[in-house]
């Protein structure tokens, strides 16, 4: 009977971390779904950005602050683990990191969509 409830106790661990929550969330606003931080700041991906790599300098992120992760943060699934200019993890969804805007200033906000052609809303 001990085997067995030690057998549980393991499977239940095991199912619980399969199902680990996702750095950001979704958010419903005008222009649909966008990802967003767990505080419902608009995430934000980068043109420049290439093979999961974040080509966004120290001058840019004071702008672009980086979605960053917190210590100890697996990858998993579509969501990976990139590093800024500074050498901190970042998330990236699909392989394009992401990033928070300085301008957005309350949740919901969107004020960096479109920024110079290059900065979007991450769908």
């Not at 993890?89 to 699909?94: G, T």
């Amino acid at each position: 009977m001990k085997t067995i409830l030690i057998a549980m106790g393991i499977l239940a661990a095991t199912s619980l971390s399969a199902f680990a929550a996702e750095p950001a969330k979704m958010m419903d606003t005008k222009m649909g779904k966008v990802w967003a931080t767990e505080k419902g700041m608009t995430l934000y991906t980068f043109d420049k950005d290439k093979d999961g790599k974040s080509n966004c300098d120290e001058k840019c992120l004071k702008n672009w602050p980086a979605f960053h992760a917190s210590k100890g943060a697996k990858a998993e699934g579509e969501w990976t683990l990139v590093k800024d200019s500074a050498g901190k993890e970042m998330w990236a969804y699909e392989g394009k990191p992401l990033y928070t805007f300085a301008k957005d200033k309350k949740a919901g906000d969107m004020e960096g969509d479109g920024v110079g052609g290059v900065w979007h809303v991450a769908k």
